[in-house]
């Protein structure tokens, strides 16, 4: 089992910027693919970005160049610093880590970007 806890997201004005961070604790030696998720209202919910353990990363189009993803293996954790904020980024930010094939999920944070 891993559990997983977000910071705080917050609202943040269009064009700002916000970090959100996720700490995992429990069976963290085999998490491979850590990675954040995002779900709107009335939408499903879409990868924003991931990271592997050798740190590849993969980013939706709509947040390339504007989101960056890192991770900590020590601790472990992972970050997301979004920058150049949008409304349209406005959503539940769920973290993500793949555990050999299961796959486990934070409590999700909300931002949202007014315009």
């Known amino acids: 089992q891993v559990q997983l806890v977000e910071s705080e997201g917050g609202l943040v004005q269009a064009g700002g910027s916000l970090r959100l961070s996720c700490a995992a604790s429990?069976?963290?030696?085999?998490?491979?693919?850590m990675g954040w998720y995002r779900q709107a209202p009335g939408k499903q919910r879409e990868l924003v970005a991931s990271?592997?353990?050798?740190?590849?990363?993969n980013y939706a189009d709509s947040v390339k160049g504007r989101f960056t993803i890192s991770r900590d293996n020590a601790m472990p954790q992972v970050y997301l610093q979004m920058n150049s904020l949008k409304p349209e980024d406005t959503a539940v930010y769920y973290c993500?880590?793949?555990?050999?094939?299961?796959?486990?999920w934070g409590q999700g944070t909300q931002v949202t970007v007014s315009s």
């Open positions: 990271i592997t353990s050798g740190g590849r990363t």
């Open positions: 993500h880590v793949l555990v050999t094939s299961s796959n486990y």
């Open positions: 429990g069976n963290t030696f085999r998490i491979s693919v």
